[in-house]
Antibody, heavy 119, light 110 residues
């Protein structure tokens, strides 16, 4: 079955970086994109950006430009999201989701990775 | 990009129907038929319920339906069941080539 499995929880200090992985299985990885979405405690989701697993093209949310980098490794069917210069308000659960480019389908989602930023 | 506007909470009794609204602007909901809805139970990842305004993925109950009029999209759940109690989020593509989510609606089944 189609599945996205993310890396485990992280605790980081302000100013540090975090890299979250998302291992895809059950489908042709390069035929879809991956979107990253985060959800702060008690808040609605926030779209962070998208990467094409076919050619690596990316789109990032404007408020994260310059701090976020999304990449893929087609040999291991894994997507990565790196966020730099972490602040306390980056504390959130980070999700990856298979993105049907040309549609509003984000399906399925990974199980989520809690990133806590605290001094 | 401001979040889409959803009611904070809605409730209904088993067997009843409820509708959750999702209001945006002519730059997002009103611009494209790229609106989707997600169900999220506590501590779980969101689950796709409706995509492209009114399409249901395989495996999602036909009690769930979606529609759109102008800058407002809606999710209707008919024949409410206890397991429908969850948070629901809408999302829309925008003219800035980004996605914007709603603030979420907590559905309580009385």
């Amino acid at each position: 079955q189609v599945q996205l499995v993310q890396s485990g929880a992280e605790v980081k200090k302000p100013g540090a970086s975090v890299k979250v992985s998302c291992k895809a299985s059950g489908y042709t990885f390069t035929s879809y994109g991956i979107s990253w979405v985060r959800q702060a405690p008690g808040q609605g989701p926030e779209w962070m950006g998208w990467i094409s697993a076919y050619n690596g093209e990316t789109y990032y949310a404007q408020n994260l430009q310059g701090r976020v980098t999304m990449t893929t490794d087609t040999s291991t069917t894994t997507a990565y999201m790196e966020l730099r210069s972490l602040r306390s308000d980056d504390t959130a659960v980070y999700y990856c989701a298979r993105d049907f480019h040309g549609s509003s389908r984000f399906d399925p989602w990974g199980q989520g990775t809690l990133v806590t930023v605290s001094s | 990009q401001s979040a889409l506007t959803q009611p904070a909470s809605v409730s209904g009794s088993p067997g009843q129907s409820i509708t959750i609204s999702c209001t945006g602007t002519s730059s997002d909901v009103g611009a494209y038929n790229y609106v989707s809805w997600y169900q999220q139970h506590p501590g779980k990842a969101p689950k796709l319920m409706i995509y492209d305004v009114s399409n249901r993925p395989s495996g999602v109950s036909d009690r769930f339906s979606g529609s759109k009029s102008g800058n407002t999209a809606s999710l209707t759940i008919s024949g409410l069941q206890a397991e429908d109690e969850a948070d629901y989020y809408c999302t829309s593509y925008t003219t800035s080539t980004t996605w914007v989510f709603g603030g979420g609606t907590k559905l309580t089944v009385l």
